[in-house]
């Protein structure tokens, strides 16, 4: 009797110890829900807009507000920088999570000094913007075709009033636009991009695959995922659960990882080794679900989104060689610009036909697609020691880029 009895309670010891973990997770993930949904609000302050300033001003570019009214009613605040020599090229920049736009300054610079204007946004409920919930790319994704919109009607708007009569476009719209992201800001960059085409290439560091998993690693409390995808999985259930009951929003649905493979465009996927807030395995997620034309490369000893801090020189060498890539006419696939935005031709212009311009008629739209771009190749090369070979094929609309290199290998 003494032995069964005493049979029953380590049974009932054991049961207590293995169920106990798993629903205090499920409890934590309840209550941590709406601070997940109502992130840290870091202020613009002026003491932050001087060290934007003395930033820009390293490259002599004008800073300019830029306020954009989303969809759902929610303002968001930013600023539109151009630089003193613009190469007609726009990038979206887009800060983490409980940052502002003072966030991705760094990234500014070096974009400006090469010529490409940048539009730095609050994220919503994050700096100046309004809002109070972050959707992680849910309603970010619509936030960024607003501001995209806006992009193109600011040239529009801003010369209505000057008399034009020369030839050409007078008010001359981006002529690409790119996105480049860190952390909640590269999932958001990636999840827009599935869904504008307007953006062209996304260069992303440090992005979450989707928010379950990311669930996992804070269950984990950033040390033991596979402990947050077993023993205190019920964390990450709870948490996306009452998430998309407070918002009405599918949060487990956010997934950067699903929409690089629901439309094919280029990204540059960039992973910190020692990075364990989001670590490199998102990053490889992304990459195995990538359609299009994709780059990886792993910066050794780097922390979160810590890349351009501990390889700067090489951080600006490859995202600068990889947007110059699609900037330079070796993209196959143009940017369609609105009607609004094109030259409207006078009526001799419409009686000449394009064969009498010395134009084939198909390459002269009428929704303002440019021209077909020749093909570019390029051979291998050896800089900082490091030989890269690479070749660029526009097959079926897509440019096709084969990387090879030791920077660029898998985790």
């Known amino acids: 009797m003494l032995r069964t009895a005493m049979r029953r309670r380590i049974i009932r010891v054991m049961l207590i110890l293995l169920l106990l973990p798993p629903v205090l997770a499920a409890v934590a993930g309840w209550l941590v829900a709406p601070a997940y949904l109502h992130p840290i609000r870091r202020e613009l302050t002026p003491d932050l807009i001087r060290e934007a300033d003395a930033s820009f001003a390293v490259t002599h570019a004008d800073r300019e507000p830029f306020d954009v009214r989303a969809p759902d009613g929610v303002l968001l605040r930013g600023w539109k920088v151009t630089p003193p020599n613009p190469n007609g090229s726009w990038v979206l920049l887009f800060h983490g999570v409980a940052d502002n736009r003072v966030g991705v300054t760094g990234q500014a610079e070096f974009l400006l000094g090469s010529g490409y204007g940048v539009v730095m946004m609050d994220a919503r409920a994050h700096g100046a913007s309004e809002g109070s919930t972050a ?6 994704r619509q936030d960024t075709r607003a501001v995209i919109d806006r992009l193109f009607q600011d040239p529009r708007q801003g010369c209505l009033a000057i008399p034009h009569h020369g030839t050409g476009n007078a008010c001359p719209p981006p002529r690409h636009i790119f996105a480049l992201g860190e952390s909640m800001g590269a999932g958001i960059a990636l999840e827009t991009a599935a869904t504008d085409p307007r953006i062209e290439a996304v260069v992303a560091e440090a992005s979450f695959a989707n928010l379950r998993e990311a669930a996992y690693d804070y269950a984990g409390l950033r040390k033991y995922p596979r402990l947050g995808k077993t023993l205190l999985s019920p964390f990450a259930w709870t948490l996306l659960y009452r998430g998309a009951r407070l918002t009405a929003i599918p949060l487990a649905e956010v997934s ?9 465009f280029p990204v540059l996927l960039i992973c910190d080794e020692k990075d364990v807030a989001l670590p490199c395995r ?7 679900a990538a359609r299009g034309p994709k780059q990886l490369w792993v910066v050794p000893n780097a922390y979160h989104t810590a890349a351009l801090g501990f390889y700067p020189e090489e951080f600006k ?3 600068l060689e990889f947007f110059e890539t699609y900037r330079s006419g070796c993209s196959p696939r143009p ?3 609105p009607a609004a935005f094109l030259e409207r031709p006078s009526e001799q212009e419409k009686e000449i036909t394009p064969e009498a ?3 084939p008629p198909e390459r002269r739209g009428s929704l303002g697609i440019a021209p077909g ?10 800089k900082n020691g490091l030989e890269e070979t690479s070749e660029k094929e526009p097959v079926a609309g897509l440019l096709l880029i084969r990387t090879s290199g030791r920077r660029f290998r898998p985790f």
């Open 282 to 288: 998102h990053t490889q997620m992304i990459y195995d």
């Open 373 to 382: 771009r020749p093909r570019c190749t390029s051979g291998g090369r050896k």
């Open 256 to 264: 950067p990882a699903k929409a690089v493979g629901s439309r094919a």
């Open 135 to 140: 959707t992680y790319g849910w309603l970010e």
């Open 357 to 359: 311009r010395g134009a």
């Open 317 to 319: 060498r490859r995202v």
């Open 335 to 337: 940017l369609t610009v």
